[in-house]
């Protein structure tokens, strides 16, 4: 029988690893149905899982349909990770008012909490429906993708709103940069870092073929850019140091208008599960908004284990400021988000970057260092 000794493996794997949530969410009964095509294709989400059994999620979808054709194994997944029902669905929505929390004015503005001006960021993964998810690409798939988007980027470019220009790593590519420019914008957290040292996104196939099809457009202000090639398609982000969250997500929601009004750039959806991401923590909204703070009292023992203790339970996420599974800031500065992406809409997540802010600053400031 084909996949036996998987079958066998995922089996062991699963009775030492209860966080893995794609091998607990895994029924071989299930497996058993599907023809050599769909099991071949299920495998493949769940090798990274299988190869790192210490991960959380443990699967990746490698085809913008892999979600809904293997309804039965994520609508488990999704259902364990996000804490929804199994018959969950979710609608999108940018619509701020109405939504509990945004203060009358509608404005989201820490100053009100007593804060400075901080970093803030707000991003989305989206893919393109013509194309397998970054785990199940070619090498050609990828700079096909990359050329396909610097046609759309010409156009953003001749923008004035938008301006700036495409870096690519792809060698040969006209916009290619250099190791130096590279590791500049990667100092900038413009760019994203070699996604080789990332043994999920190896073992998932979405980290192959470096550096092709990889790159960066950065709009000429460098608040507003969108990379291609990480885990997912795209990932496009408006980033800005200033206290009104408002502008940087109204200015995603326009700029993701633009985008998508593109010829060429439909983004894979599902109508149950809004939008697909190579990742099921993502999918829905695809979104996370964050900002960095300094919380010197909560993380006075130079680790993030208070602040991350305080801020679960509100409902955030607390990471280095280097991007995820990186260390904390010297001067104590991480970075916060709220943890959920699906069932939740757009408004309601930036909103609920607010409320958790106004609670942990509230925490910090009472704590004893
Ligand atoms: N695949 C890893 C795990 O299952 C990371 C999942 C979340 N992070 C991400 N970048 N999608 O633990």
């Not at 203060?103 to 970093?119: C, K, M, Q, R, T």
């Not at 070699?194 to 073929?209: V, W």
Request: net charge negative; charged share 25%.
């Amino acid at each position: 029988m084909p996949y036996e000794d998987t079958l066998v493996r995922i089996a062991a794997l699963k009775a030492d690893h209860p966080q893995n949530i794609a091998l607990q969410s895994f029924d071989p009964a299930y497996f058993a149905t599907l023809n050599a095509d769909g099991q071949s294709r299920l495998m493949k989400c769940l090798n990274s899982g299988i190869e790192n059994p210490d991960s959380e999620m443990g699967c990746y979808a490698c085809q913008p349909g892999d979600y809904d054709k293997f309804r039965p194994f994520f609508a488990k997944v999704l259902a364990r990770y996000h804490k929804v029902p199994e018959d969950a669905r979710h609608t999108n929505d940018w619509t701020l008012e109405g939504v509990d929390g945004l203060p009358a004015n509608g404005v989201l503005d820490i100053a009100e909490l007593g804060l400075p001006a901080l970093s803030m960021r707000v991003r989305v993964g989206r893919n393109l429906a013509d194309f397998p998810l970054p785990g199940s690409m070619t090498r050609d798939d990828r700079t096909a993708l990359e050329r396909r988007m610097m046609a759309a980027f010409d156009q953003l470019i001749a923008d004035p709103d938008y301006g700036g220009a495409y870096h690519s790593l792809t060698p040969g590519n006209p916009n290619a940069i250099s190791e130096d420019e590279y590791q500049a914008l990667v100092d900038a957290h413009i760019m994203f870092k070699d996604m080789g040292a990332d043994s999920y996104l190896t073992a998932a196939g979405i980290a192959a073929d470096w550096p092709h099809g990889r790159g960066c457009y950065v709009s000429e202000d460098r608040g507003f850019i969108i990379w291609v090639g990480e885990e997912d398609h795209l990932r496009i982000m408006c980033m800005e140091r200033g206290t009104v969250l408002n502008r940087v997500f109204d200015r995603l929601k326009v700029a993701l208008g633009v985008v998508s009004g593109i010829d060429g750039l439909d983004f894979a959806m599902s109508d149950q599960y809004g939008v697909v991401t190579s990742c099921p923590t993502n999918l829905g909204t695809g979104m996370r908004a964050s900002l960095h703070i300094a919380l010197p009292k909560l993380t006075a023992d130079g680790t993030d284990k208070r602040a991350k203790d305080i801020a679960r339970p509100l409902g955030l996420s607390v990471r280095g400021v280097g991007g995820e599974h990186t260390p904390i800031g010297a001067d104590g500065t991480v970075d916060i988000s709220p943890s959920a992406r699906f069932c939740i809409t757009e408004a309601e997540i930036i909103t609920a970057l607010y409320k958790g802010i106004a609670l942990l600053k509230a925490e910090e400031d009472r704590s004893g260092a």
